[in-house]
């Protein structure tokens, strides 16, 4: 096991993401518990969009995003960028996405393998989980970023 600083990515991960994403475009429903949706971001270098699958969660009337693996390129396009877009099927949004604090994070952290099961899972495959509990993921806060997803007015 690899640890949470220096997980790699699972061979098969770009590839099943490029899967889910043209699904998720087409409306295709992907889980039964989860609404996964595709993100769009510019490159922080190049400004080109930049596309990858991810799993919004409720929580308290807001909805947050929890990145899976410390030092994904999507998350430092997310930092650098002003807005972002959601899309589902043919349903768009731009959203702003505002990093938490680690303090902040711990309360998402903690619900995120009962809304985002198939999300630890991944984790776990990836090396970044050992067992995948609550205190574990509460465990990384600081080190994997999580965003409120805000609507731009």
């Given at each position: 096991?690899?640890?949470?600083?220096t997980?790699?990515?699972?061979?098969?991960?770009?590839?099943a993401n490029?899967?889910?994403?043209?699904?998720?475009?087409?409306?295709?429903?992907?889980?039964r518990?989860?609404?996964?949706?595709?993100?769009?971001?510019?490159?922080?270098k190049?400004?080109?969009?930049?596309?990858t699958?991810?799993?919004?969660?409720?929580?308290?009337g807001?909805?947050?995003?929890v990145?899976?693996?410390?030092?994904?390129?999507?998350?430092?396009?997310?930092?650098?960028?002003?807005?972002?877009?959601?899309?589902?099927?043919?349903?768009?949004?731009t959203?702003?996405?505002?990093?938490?604090?680690?303090?902040?994070?711990?309360?998402?952290l903690?619900?995120?393998?009962v809304?985002?099961?198939d999300?630890v899972?991944?984790?776990k495959?990836?090396?970044?989980?050992?067992?995948?509990?609550?205190?574990?993921?509460?465990?990384?806060?600081?080190?994997?970023?999580?965003?409120?997803?805000?609507?731009?007015?």
């Amino acid at each position: 096991m690899t640890g949470p600083e220096t997980a790699r990515l699972p061979w098969w991960l770009n590839h099943a993401n490029k899967v889910f994403m043209v699904l998720l475009r087409l409306g295709v429903p992907v889980s039964r518990n989860e609404s996964p949706v595709v993100l769009t971001v510019p490159g922080r270098k190049t400004g080109k969009p930049r596309s990858t699958p991810v799993t919004p969660m409720h929580m308290n009337g807001k909805r947050y995003v929890v990145n899976g693996y410390p030092g994904a390129d999507w998350v430092r396009n997310v930092r650098a960028a002003a807005e972002v877009t959601l899309t589902q099927g043919r349903r768009s949004e731009t959203v702003r996405m505002v990093e938490l604090s680690a303090e902040d994070a711990r309360p998402i952290l903690r619900e995120f393998p009962v809304q985002v099961a198939d999300g630890v899972d991944i984790m776990k495959r990836a090396g970044v989980l050992k067992t995948g509990t609550v205190d574990e993921l509460v465990g990384l806060a600081g080190r994997l970023a999580v965003f409120r997803i805000d609507p731009v007015a």
